[in-house]
């Protein structure tokens, strides 16, 4: 008796690309950015139709299988229904990791830090977000939130905190206390760790205080 081998190898990045891609597509969308990780999560729609061969109706294909992989993303955070400590905050937006755009969002909090709404603020370039203290806070006023937590991305990969970030935190913590809503924490999501200024940086809280 003859037996068929059915052990199934796993397919290369541009075997798997050319399953819906033509092939001399896939070869040079593989010699602009390397990886199949960069072409679907770090290249936009633009950049996609710029590489010759690729024309608008393949980056479409491509740009609905980003989405299909952000929705994944989302669908495996579990909902948290409030938040105890800093990895819950960080969990609730780990999917920003991945995001093109620099992306400034909101946790919104009551007195016992309930989760009222996760809400985005804005949406930036490659390297900035474009927010205020007012806009953050209005949308605080607008769910009648006892604190907020801060959260935006940097599609660097780089959690790092810029000059620009650190001025952000402190006038937050400024209209914070004029409104009397508790600004806990600002957070910097990177590729593969997070920067908490509340943790790195207390004594921004503590000269608040004073």
């Not at 996609?48 to 994944?72: D, M």
């Not at 992306?103 to 007195?111: C, G, K, N, R, V």
Request: hydrophobic share 40%; with cysteine; net charge neutral.
């Amino acid at each position: 008796m003859r037996h068929t081998n059915t052990t199934r190898h796993p397919l290369t990045e541009k075997e798997l690309l050319a399953t819906f891609l033509p092939k001399s597509c896939v070869n040079q969308l593989l010699r602009e950015y390397q990886s199949l990780y960069h072409i679907l999560l770090h290249t936009s729609e633009a950049q996609l139709q710029a590489v010759p061969g690729v024309g608008r109706r393949n980056a479409k294909r491509i740009r609905c299988l980003q989405e299909v992989i952000t929705k994944v993303q989302e669908e495996r955070t579990k909902p948290i229904a409030s938040i105890t400590c800093l990895s819950e905050a960080i969990q609730c937006f780990q999917f920003l990791a991945d995001r093109q755009q620099e992306e400034l969002w909101a946790l919104l909090l009551d007195a016992k830090n309930h989760i009222l709404r996760k809400k985005q603020i804005t949406i930036g370039t490659v390297n900035a977000s474009l927010a205020t203290p007012r806009e953050v806070f209005h949308a605080a006023v607008q769910q009648m939130a006892a604190a907020v937590i801060v959260i935006h991305n940097h599609p660097s990969g780089d959690s790092s905190p810029s000059t620009q970030d650190t001025a952000m935190t402190k006038r937050l913590l400024e209209a914070g206390t004029l409104m009397n809503i508790q600004l806990l924490d600002h957070i910097i999501i990177g590729k593969y760790d997070c920067y908490s200024f509340r943790k790195a940086m207390n004594e921004l809280w503590k000269e608040d205080d004073e």
